[in-house]
């Protein structure tokens, strides 16, 4: 991502699903000028609502990020959903 934060931001055009844990969210949010790297639910949004190339598939992308033993958030169509991890 510190390397390649360009490239990577051409691979998310054409992900459908972005899966990482939120030290990777809150880097590739910070090279890419998003405002709030503290708030991972703002930035699972934000990536969820990036450009898309397939704008014709009626699902919207799904962002999924882990937070160790915090709850996993799920950002698709706007809404953001936690769920909790399980001992």
């Known amino acids: 991502?510190?390397?390649?934060?360009?490239?990577?931001?051409?691979?998310?055009?054409?992900?459908d699903v972005v899966f990482c844990n939120e030290n990777e969210a809150q880097l590739?949010?910070?090279?890419?000028?998003?405002?709030d790297i503290q708030n991972i639910q703002q930035i699972a949004l934000w990536?969820?609502?990036?450009?898309?190339?397939?704008?014709?598939?009626?699902?919207?992308r799904i962002v999924l990020?882990?937070?160790?033993?915090?709850?996993t958030i799920l950002?698709?169509?706007?809404v953001v959903q936690l769920f909790p991890v399980l001992p």
């Open 28 to 35: 590739f949010a910070k090279m890419n000028d998003f405002k």
């Open 47 to 60: 990536i969820s609502s990036l450009p898309r190339f397939n704008k014709n598939n009626i699902n919207d």
């Open 75 to 78: 950002a698709t169509k706007g």
């Open 1 to 15: 991502c510190q390397k390649y934060p360009k490239e990577l931001m051409e691979c998310v055009y054409y992900c």
């Open 65 to 71: 990020i882990t937070q160790g033993d915090q709850p």
